[in-house]
């Protein structure tokens, strides 16, 4: 089988990362790939924040643990947070956005990183508290959080693939 579509079958999301943080070098790998994802007509709007910084990182976590109502760490101890957002006034965001999330985890697979997207971003950029944030980080206009990629390096074995479940596939001749 060829080594891409092999890739592509073997990546899954991880939920149990090291603490160690991923070099630099490997960061900005992963984000380039998210930036050469597929957008409609070609707009290329969906913009990445890469959160390194533990404090803030920390901060995005409480914030993702309050509105899914939980104590445990959302981001499962990743060190690193590819926060992915879109302008508002585009209908093409949650599109847009999940071919660079895509992207994202694909990538980090192919560099030997641990990914997995979690939702909750929306809401957390909607509150004023994320509006906040994206003041802080210089980030203007009003943009919608579309997904977090977490990173890292896994702790423990890459978990197997579930059986793929039958009947999802109907052809039209």
């Not at 760490?73 to 093409?92: H, I, T």
């Amino acid at each position: 089988m060829n080594a891409e579509l092999q890739a592509l079958k073997e990546r899954r999301s991880v939920r149990k990362y090291k603490a160690d943080m991923v070099p630099q070098e490997l960061i900005d790998q992963v984000i380039d790939a998210g930036l050469y994802a597929a957008s409609g007509h070609g707009t290329q709007e969906v913009i990445i924040v890469a959160v390194t910084n533990k404090e803030v990182r920390d901060k995005l976590a409480q914030m993702n643990r309050e509105i899914l109502g939980t104590s445990s760490d959302s981001f499962y101890g990743a060190p690193v947070v590819l926060v992915v957002l879109g302008p508002k006034s585009n209908k093409l965001t949650p599109y847009d956005g999940s071919l660079v999330m895509g992207n994202l985890m694909q990538a980090a697979h192919a560099v030997g990183l641990g990914s997995c997207w979690i939702n909750r971003a929306k809401e957390e950029f909607d509150s004023e508290e994320g509006k906040q944030l994206l003041k802080e980080w210089g980030i203007e206009g009003e943009y919608e959080g579309v997904g977090h990629c977490i990173l890292g390096y896994t702790d423990g074995a890459v978990p197997q693939a579930a059986p793929r479940k039958a009947n999802r596939v109907f052809y039209v001749k």
